[in-house]
């Protein structure tokens, strides 16, 4: 069974700095791995997904992720840090099954940004 | 807005009511899913459309849920004799089927639907 493991429930940064969220798979198949972001009483919206091309990933809003099969890990980036960036991102694994493709989501990142 | 609509947006029932959500999608998305977030987590996914027949339905989704794509265009989801336990986002994403070589096509999520139940 495919599954998403997010380190980390809360990540604080100062606003122009690094921002780096984790997030590692576990899938017997190459996946298909996703990045959403949610913000307050919003639907989810894709950042950035990875679908077997380039390992790294650029997204919208200036994040960008890695895939790393050997640390079957897919970390969200974004080199500094706005306080529009202020939201829970999700990171989710699709286990591409049936032809379609359900997502398994891990239990979100709340990033805070502070002035 | 050409995005996926839900409604009602909030929910407020008591215990052993039955309630029932709405779900319009982007048009022409033949794919349509729906998923529960609880507080403090990730979207679980519940079940599944291709046009109007349902594809998958997750262990989640129990006897008193039951959802419906009626000619494969706006979709219903509903919950009998709800518990305390079904208070959460329930949220519904769609999607086209991929064209080409291509086996992965964007899903779009709506707003939701917050259901808190007394």
């Known amino acids: 069974a495919q599954s998403v493991t997010q380190l980390g429930s809360h990540v604080s940064v100062s606003e122009g700095a690094l921002v780096l969220l984790r997030c590692n798979y576990s899938s017997s198949v190459p996946p298909y791995l996703f990045w959403y972001v949610q913000y307050p009483n919003q639907g989810l919206q894709l950042l950035l997904k990875y679908t077997s091309a380039a390992t790294l990933v650029k997204g919208i809003n200036g994040f960008e992720a890695e895939f790393k099969k050997s640390e079957t890990s897919f970390h969200l980036t974004k080199p500094s840090a706005h306080m529009s960036d202020a939201a829970e991102y999700f990171c989710?694994?699709?286990?591409?099954?049936?032809?379609?493709?359900?997502?398994?989501f891990g239990a979100g990142t709340r990033l805070a940004v502070h002035p | 807005d050409t995005g996926v609509s839900q409604n009602p947006r909030h929910k407020i029932t008591k215990r052993g009511q039955n309630v029932t959500f709405r779900c319009d999608p982007i048009s022409e998305h033949n794919r349509l899913y729906w998923y529960r977030q609880t507080l403090g987590q990730g979207p679980e996914f519940l079940t599944y459309?291709?046009?109007?027949?349902?594809?998958?339905k997750s262990r989640l989704l129990s006897d008193r849920f039951s959802a419906e794509r009626p000619k494969g265009s706006f979709s219903t989801l509903e919950i009998q004799r709800t518990e305390q336990g079904d208070s959460a986002m329930y949220l519904c994403?769609?999607?086209?089927?991929?064209?080409?070589?291509?086996?992965?096509?964007?899903?779009?999520f709506g707003p939701g639907t917050r259901l808190t139940v007394l």
């Open positions: 989710a694994v699709s286990p591409f099954s049936g032809g379609y493709n359900k997502l398994i």
């Open positions: 994403a769609s999607s086209s089927l991929p064209r080409g070589q291509a086996n992965y096509n964007e899903q779009f």
């Open positions: 459309f291709q046009n109007e027949a349902q594809l998958e």
